[in-house]
């Protein structure tokens, strides 16, 4: 099973038996505890579940006030907000890309339109056209994993120059956050 399916499960399991040993889940996915501590770190990390001794239990419901992350419980500033519509007209508003790219991953299906900032305009710019730069030395002080989004790639290639890191489509910039969050960073090219 990869780990996203794993990641699945463990959450499926959680919201009906309300808490889980790590040595349980381990047995039940055939899967060194190793491996379950990794899967569960940005479960933990994005506040799908909550650490307790031995395990995790279902995550403190968050005390959210306007304006706060719904992924993180960072304020949100314009300039790396992020937000999601989703059928029914609800509307979530993120951070930034990190905290936005893993929540669309997690909930696709659902999900109508995709809006972000380009970093030097401040202007709208839809998600799935935007260039993202992932790795770069500049330091936004927000999340880790930490991205800058672009309408142009041009302008992405040239902030790359001055601060380095990697320049990603879309999907791309989905692939390699999952990956990380996946605890696999330190394999990374
Ligand atoms: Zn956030």
């Known amino acids: 099973m990869l780990p996203n399916a794993r990641k699945k499960q463990i959450l499926t399991w959680l919201k009906n038996e309300k808490a889980l040993k790590i040595s349980e889940i381990s047995k039940r996915l055939n899967v060194s505890e190793m491996t379950i501590y990794r899967d569960v770190k940005p479960l933990i990390e994005l506040n799908h579940a909550l650490k307790i001794p031995n395990g995790i239990g279902l995550p403190n419901p968050p005390r959210r006030r306007e304006g706060e992350c719904p992924s993180c419980l960072k304020p949100v500033h314009t300039r790396l907000s992020f937000e999601i519509s989703f059928d029914k007209k609800q ?12 929540r669309y991953n997690d909930t696709k299906e659902d999900v109508t339109q995709v809006i972000c900032k380009d970093y030097l305009t401040d202007k709208p710019i839809d998600a799935t056209g935007a260039t993202y730069l992932l790795h770069s030395d500049l330091n936004l002080n927000c999340c880790q994993q930490q991205i800058i989004t672009f309408a142009s790639r041009i302008h992405a290639r040239q902030f790359q120059t001055g601060f380095g890191g990697d320049v990603y489509h879309y999907e791309e910039a989905i692939r390699i956050l999952t990956f990380e969050m996946d605890g696999n960073a330190s394999q990374r090219n």
Request: with cysteine.
């Open 91 to 102: 509307l979530e508003t993120f951070c930034c890309a990190r905290c936005g790219l893993m």
